[in-house]
């Protein structure tokens, strides 16, 4: 399946590694030439402002959505195809949530894992069947990666659920697999916990 539009997550800070910059902008520059919108939390600096700034100099669209008590200018870009203002972060997740048909995760801190275990954990729920990707460019969430096998050697996330988390080592790997996803949660355990919820 193609998708029109993604949403990025990834840090504010461009890490000390500068390959993560210019990989957020080769990134970016893909999404802008297969025609894919990309929405992210609106910033203008680290590997969210490279793969905005490199996407919108190659004729892509890009829309952030951010909170209000950020600065526009100090933190927020100003140049972006549409900037969508909210009250708090969880207003922001949400939209974002509701407006990609994909999510992407790159390398990034608290922030960045917040909105990635938001995003699996709602679609281990069923409240969206949306690929969700985690980058693991120069093996940053390598580590990541392992907590998740030990999660579910132990018991703590059955196998179909760790099976939703899409995971690519390269950018033809990362868009290949976006296009080709299928949820693989398990109807009848949705089911299940929507019978004994109600």
């Not at 992210?40 to 004729?59: F, K, N, P, Q, T």
């Not at 990609?100 to 281990?124: H, N, R």
């Not at 390269?170 to 299940?192: G, V």
């Amino acid at each position: 399946m193609k998708h029109e539009s993604l949403a990025l997550y990834c840090g504010s800070s461009a890490g000390k590694n500068p390959a993560y910059a210019k990989e957020a902008r080769k990134f970016g520059r893909l999404c802008a030439k297969r025609g894919i919108t990309i929405y992210y939390g609106g910033g203008s600096i680290g590997l969210m402002g490279a793969a905005a700034e490199a996407s919108l100099e190659e004729g892509g669209k890009v829309i952030g959505v951010a909170p209000r008590f950020f600065k526009e200018g100090a933190v927020l870009a100003t140049n972006l195809t549409e900037m969508i203002i909210v009250d708090s972060m969880s207003e922001r997740k949400q939209l974002l949530e509701e407006k990609a048909d994909a999510f992407v995760v790159f390398p990034g801190g608290y922030g960045t894992m917040d909105e990635l275990f938001e995003m699996i954990t709602d679609a281990q729920l069923g409240l969206h069947s949306k690929p969700v990707a985690v980058y693991n460019y120069l093996g940053f969430y390598d580590h990541l990666l392992k907590q998740l096998d030990k999660f579910m050697e132990e018991g703590f996330l059955r196998p179909f659920h760790h099976s939703l988390l899409v995971t690519a080592n390269d950018l033809d790997e990362l868009f290949r697999k976006l296009e080709n996803y299928e949820n693989s949660n398990d109807r009848s355990w949705l089911d299940k916990i929507k019978h004994q919820t109600k």
